[in-house]
C-alpha cells in the first residue's frame, strides 16, 4: 500500500463511525416502538401520538438548516456535541413526564429530540460526503443505511427493556445517554479532509457527462427548476414508504395475517428499508443520478401497485411482496436525495442544500396523515392505495423531465 492510499484508508475509518452515528439518530424512527408505553401509561391516543412523530420529523428538518449553518461556522465537532445534548434533552424530559399534557411531549421529543436529531443527520452526512467525492451513492447508501436500521435493531432493544424491569422511563434515559456518548465521539473523532488531502477524483464516462455541475448556493439552488421538481418527486415517493410504515401491521391484519405474522413484518420492512438505501447508493454510482431515480419511481409505482392488488383480492402473499417492496423503495428515497443534491447542486454548499431537500420527509410525513384520514373516512385500504399509487406517476413525470437547469 502506497502513503497516499494509506491517507486514503482512514475515510473507510470515518465511515464506520458515520454508520454507528446514524444508527443511533435514526432511533427517531422508532417512534411506532417508543409510543406503546405512553399510549398504555397516560391513555393518549393514536392521533395524538401521531401528531407527535409529524412534529419531530417537522423539527428535524428544521434542525437540519440549523446543523448546516452551526457547521459552518462552529464546526462539525461543536454541531454534534450539540445535536447530542440536545437529544439527551429531548428524552431525559420525556422519561420524567407525568402525563397531564401531551403538549410537554410535543415539546421534549418532538421539538427537542426532533432538532438534535436533524441537526446531527445533516453534519455527519455532509462530513463524511466530502471523504467520498468518486463514490456519492455508496456514501449516501451506507449512511442511510445505518439511519434505517435503527427502527430493527434499537427499536427491539427498546421494546426488549421496556417488558423488562427496567421499565419505560429508564428505557428512555439510556437511549438518550447512549444517543449523546455516540455523538459526541463521533464529533471527537470525524475531521473533513484538507484542501490539500489527495482524494480520488470521480472518473465520468462520456454518457454521463451530463452529470458534471457545478457548485450552487442554497438560493441559486432555489431557482432552479430541477430542485422543485425533484423536491416534489422525492416527495410523492417517500409518501408512498411513510404511509404504509405508519400502518403496517394492521395492513398485514386486514388480509387474514397471524398476528405473529403482522408484527414480524414490520421488522421486515425496516430490513428492506435498510437494504434498499446500500442498493440504490452502489446503482447510482454505476448507471448515474437520472437512471437511478427513475428505477426508484418504477419500483415504487410497482410496489404501491402490487400492494393494491393484494388488498383488492385479500392476498397475504402479494402484501407480504407489497410490503416488503415499499421498504426497498423507501429506502431509495433518502440515498437518491443525498446523490441527487451533491450531484446536480455540487458539494461546497451541500450541507445548506441538504438541508433544504430534506424537507421532502416532512412533506411525506404529511401526505402519510393524510392517507390514514382517508383510510379511517373509506374503512379500507383500496382508495388509499389508489391515491398513493397516482402520486407515484405524477412523480413520474417530474421524474423524466428533470434536467441539468
Given at each position: 500500500?502506497?502513503?497516499?492510499?494509506?491517507?486514503?484508508?482512514?475515510?473507510?475509518?470515518?465511515?464506520v463511525v458515520g454508520v454507528i452515528a446514524m444508527l443511533f439518530a435514526g432511533v427517531l424512527y422508532t417512534w411506532s416502538i417508543l409510543k406503546s408505553p405512553l399510549s398504555t401509561e397516560f391513555g393518549w391516543g393514536v392521533s395524538e401520538l401521531s401528531l407527535n412523530f409529524t412534529l419531530a420529523m417537522t423539527f428535524f428538518c428544521v434542525g437540519g438548516l440549523l446543523g448546516a449553518q452551526i457547521s459552518k461556522r462552529l464546526g462539525h465537532k461543536i454541531a454534534l456535541i450539540l445535536a447530542g445534548t440536545l437529544s439527551l434533552l429531548g428524552f431525559l424530559l420525556t422519561a420524567i413526564l407525568?402525563?397531564?399534557?401531551v403538549i410537554l411531549l410535543y415539546l421534549t421529543y418532538g421539538v427537542l429530540a426532533g432538532v438534535g436529531i436533524g441537526i446531527s443527520y445533516n453534519v455527519v452526512i455532509a462530513t463524511l460526503s466530502a471523504w467520498f467525492p468518486d463514490k456519492k451513492g455508496l456514501c449516501s447508501g451506507c449512511l442511510m443505511m445505518g439511519f434505517g436500521a435503527s427502527a430493527l435493531i434499537l427499536g427491539n432493544l427498546a421494546d426488549a427493556l421496556f417488558k423488562s424491569a427496567i421499565g419505560w422511563r429508564a428505557t428512555y434515559v439510556i437511549i438518550g445517554v447512549a444517543i449523546f456518548v455516540i455523538l459526541t465521539l463521533s464529533g471527537i473523532i470525524l475531521k473533513k479532509p484538507s484542501e490539500d488531502f489527495p482524494l480520488p477524483e470521480k472518473k465520468i464516462s462520456n454518457s454521463r457527462s451530463q452529470e458534471i455541475t457545478q457548485d450552487l448556493?442554497?438560493?441559486?439552488?432555489?431557482?432552479r427548476p430541477s430542485f422543485w421538481m425533484a423536491f416534489i418527486c422525492i416527495s410523492f415517493l417517500a409518501a408512498v414508504g411513510s404511509s404504509v410504515i405508519s400502518f403496517a401491521k394492521d395492513?398485514?391484519?386486514?388480509?387474514?395475517?397471524?398476528?405473529t405474522l403482522a408484527v414480524s413484518l414490520v421488522g421486515i420492512l425496516s430490513v428492506?428499508?435498510?437494504?434498499?438505501?446500500?442498493?440504490?447508493?452502489?446503482?447510482?454510482?454505476?448507471?448515474?443520478?437520472?437512471?437511478t431515480m427513475i428505477s426508484a419511481n418504477l419500483l415504487t409505482i410497482l410496489a404501491a401497485s402490487v400492494t393494491l392488488l393484494a388488498v383488492s383480492i385479500?392476498?397475504?402473499?402479494?402484501?407480504?411482496?407489497?410490503?416488503?417492496?415499499t421498504g426497498m423503495s423507501y429506502g431509495a428515497c433518502p440515498t437518491i436525495t443525498s446523490a441527487f443534491t451533491s450531484s446536480h447542486f455540487g458539494l461546497k454548499h451541500f450541507s445548506n442544500n441538504m438541508a433544504l431537500m430534506t424537507f421532502t420527509v416532512m412533506v411525506g410525513s404529511f401526505i402519510?396523515?393524510?392517507?390514514?384520514?382517508?383510510?379511517?373516512?373509506?374503512?379500507?385500504?383500496t382508495v388509499t392505495f389508489i391515491m398513493l399509487l397516482a402520486?407515484?406517476?405524477?412523480?413520474?413525470?417530474?421524474?423524466?423531465?428533470?434536467?441539468?437547469?
Open positions: 500500500m502506497n502513503e497516499t492510499n494509506k491517507k486514503l484508508s482512514v475515510r473507510w475509518t470515518y465511515m407525568s402525563g397531564k399534557s448556493t442554497a438560493k441559486q439552488m432555489l431557482c395492513l398485514a391484519l386486514s388480509v387474514n395475517a397471524p398476528e428492506c428499508n435498510g437494504i434498499g438505501r446500500i442498493i440504490t447508493g452502489a446503482v447510482f454510482d454505476v448507471i448515474g443520478c437520472k437512471k385479500n392476498s397475504l402473499v402479494l402484501c407480504v411482496v407489497g410490503v416488503c417492496l402519510a396523515t393524510a392517507s390514514n384520514a382517508v383510510l379511517e373516512a373509506t374503512g379500507g385500504y402520486l407515484t406517476f405524477i412523480a413520474l413525470i417530474l421524474n423524466v423531465l428533470i434536467k441539468k437547469s
